[in-house]
């Protein structure tokens, strides 16, 4: 059996050692080739701004999907309770002292539900220590310990990840 190959202006392709991308059809931007199911080749449907390529294994047609799992929101705060320029920061629109040792954290795009997982950090002095306690879809609370147990303002970063 013999194939004929054509290229986007219908063109029999003579030589296949090399395809140019000019030779290629038009298509949509963010679209890729790969094979089918049925070992055919097919797109895949363009994704969402900031999804990911996914592959469903051998004999699946890999997707676009929303990443998981991933970080969604971090900042670094200083003992007053303010974001500190030093660090950056993601997806948190605001922080606040409410009082010795307690920190409220507040999400420019809150999580999809309570299920997500934050971790603090206290960067003031050896022993010191962060929790974070009180997950809202839109906040979570941070509290600073020193190394005696006792809450105390310090210096503190944060993470948080899970479904938006």
């Keep these: 059996m013999s194939w004929t190959f054509y290229n986007s202006t ?9 395809v140019a991308v000019s030779d290629l059809a038009n298509g949509t931007d963010g679209q890729l080739i790969t094979w089918g199911t049925d070992a055919v080749v097919t797109t895949v449907a363009v994704g969402t701004s900031g999804h990911v ?4 294994g051998a004999g699946a047609v890999p997707s676009f999907a929303a990443p998981i799992g991933q970080v969604k ?7 007053d309770g303010s974001k500190t320029s030093t660090g950056t920061s993601n997806n948190v629109s605001g922080t606040a ?17 309570t299920t997500y997982s934050a971790v603090a950090n206290a960067t003031t002095g050896l022993g010191y220590r962060g ?15 020193n ?6 303002d310090s210096i503190n970063m944060s993470i948080a990840a899970g479904d938006q």
Excluded: P
Aim: aromatic share 6%.
């Design 53 to 56: 390529l996914t592959s469903g």
């Design 97 to 113: 002292k409410n009082s010795t040792g307690r920190y409220t954290v507040t999400l420019t795009t809150a999580f999809a539900n």
């Design 147 to 152: 190394a005696s147990g006792s809450l105390t």
């Design 73 to 79: 929101a971090w900042c670094q705060m200083a003992a």
């Design 10 to 18: 219908g063109s029999a392709l003579t030589s296949l050692g090399r």
């Design 131 to 145: 929790h974070t306690e009180s997950l809202a879809t839109g906040t979570y609370d941070i509290t600073t310990h």
